[in-house]
T-cell receptor
């Protein structure tokens, strides 16, 4: 069964450094998402992406964050200057059709654990 | 207040028993979905119930939805040790241009062999 893949599985970085988290969504999916989960807490929405632009972003997704689909397969999340509080699991997800109207589920990757020291 | 809150936060039962988890939400929804997360892994979609549906089954899973009470329940029958995981409800309240699922706080289920 096709799956969403994320790399790396674990990233350690120093505060203030830039990180890029990478995702390869399922190939025929059109909608892409980043979520994060701070250890032991709920899964929080960061951003949704469709047709090469951001559809919606949360208040967490400030100017330090950006997303890109540089080619036909990769979907990346960049954090420009990491803070200690950015330490979390970051999950990429994709879906085939539009939320709500077609009622399709999200397919998640296994996540990247980001540790900011 | 949260859009999705699961109850209980943690549940331990003996293998073979049934496990029931509840989810409450605040706003009108298009659908409600349940996901499972094994420790340190991604979320896996279990079941989706539309706002005009009241009950849905998938294998050992049964989901109910009461839109008047803004609540849902997930029942896992004949639990197995492999069902040990965290379970999250997620609500889809999207309109065009508002594309996201909002996850609840999760129930951590432990099945005791």
């Amino acid at each position: 069964e096709p799956e969403v893949t994320q790399t790396p599985s674990h990233q350690v970085t120093q505060m203030g450094q830039e990180v890029i988290l990478r995702c390869v969504p399922i190939s025929n999916h059109l909608y892409f998402y980043w979520y994060r989960q701070i250890l032991g807490q709920k899964v929080e929405f960061l951003v949704s992406f469709y047709n090469n632009e951001i559809s919606e972003k949360s208040e967490i997704f400030d100017d330090q964050f950006s997303v890109e689909r540089p080619d036909g397969s990769n979907f990346t999340l960049k954090i420009r200057s990491t803070k200690l509080e950015d330490s979390a699991m970051y999950f990429c997800a994709s879906r085939e059709t539009r939320t709500g109207f077609y009622n399709s589920p999200l397919h998640f990757g296994n996540g990247t654990r980001l540790t900011v020291t | 207040s949260q859009q999705g809150e699961e109850d209980p936060q943690a549940l331990s039962i003996q293998e073979g028993e049934n496990a029931t988890m509840n989810c409450s939400y605040k706003t009108s929804i298009n659908n409600l979905q349940w996901y499972r997360q094994n420790s340190g892994r991604g979320l896996v979609h279990l079941i989706l119930i539309r706002s005009n549906e009241r009950e849905k089954h998938s294998g050992r899973l049964r989901v109910t939805l009461d839109t008047s009470k803004k609540s849902s329940s997930l029942l896992i029958t004949a639990s197995r040790a492999a069902d040990t995981a965290s379970y999250f409800c997620a609500t889809d309240i999207s309109n065009f241009g508002n594309e996201k699922l909002t996850f609840g706080t999760g129930t951590r289920l432990t099945i005791i062999p």
